[in-house]
């Protein structure tokens, strides 16, 4: 397949992605102070995030773990979402905080709040570091987000175009030319 051309516009540098996690942290070490937390990323985009927010959250209960599934884009339909890895611990008494990298239909994220949900934790939050709601379809309350943007196609900061540029210490726009 060839590849269409595109360059790369930062929208949020290295410095102000730094910041905002920390604050995103801080939020979260008040909030589960004394309690349990386990923290599920998303594979394979959420893991930059879920690293530097992890180093960020004071706490000496905090565990992680991580869920893949394959999104198949040639239906809206919810049961489009085919599971690669899920969670295999007891999840009962635990509160769970579900990391994204993006948010954008929120059809992925649904899918796995509802299929923790019925394992009987204590409680479940959505963290996702981009939001974009102009491209939602699903309900979802978010509880914590980096920044909310506009509907543009982004890479960086382990988000991909193609399994590429997750390695950017930046946000960037991809601008197809
Ligand atoms: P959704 O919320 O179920 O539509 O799926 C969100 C997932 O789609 C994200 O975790 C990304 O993997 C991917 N995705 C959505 N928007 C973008 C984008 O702008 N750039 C790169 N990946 C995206
Ligand atoms: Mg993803």
């Not at 102000?16 to 923290?39: C, F, N, P, S």
């Not at 309900?139 to 991909?160: C, E, L, M, Q, R």
Request: proline share 2%; with cysteine.
């Amino acid at each position: 397949m060839e590849e269409r051309k595109y360059t790369l516009k930062e929208i949020i540098s290295k410095d102000e992605i730094e910041k905002r996690v920390k604050e995103i942290a801080e939020q979260i070490t008040k909030d589960y102070e004394g309690k349990e937390l386990l923290i599920v990323g998303m594979l394979k985009g959420a893991t930059t995030f879920l690293s530097d927010l992890i180093f960020n959250i004071k706490s000496d209960k905090l565990t992680i773990d991580f869920i893949s599934v394959a999104k198949y884009d040639s239906k809206d339909d919810i049961a489009e979402v085919k599971v690669i890895k899920d969670l295999d611990q007891p999840l009962e008494g635990k509160n769970l905080i579900i990391v994204e990298d993006i948010l954008d239909t929120g059809k992925v994220m649904l899918y796995f709040k509802e299929r923790l949900a019925v394992r009987h934790p204590e409680s479940i939050k959505i963290c996702t570091f981009i939001d974009i709601p102009s491209r939602r379809d699903k309900d979802i309350v978010v509880d914590y987000k980096g920044y909310t943007i506009d509907d543009k196609f982004i890479v960086g900061y382990g988000i991909d175009y193609n399994e590429k540029h997750r390695n950017l210490q930046n946000i960037s726009e991809l601008i197809f030319e």
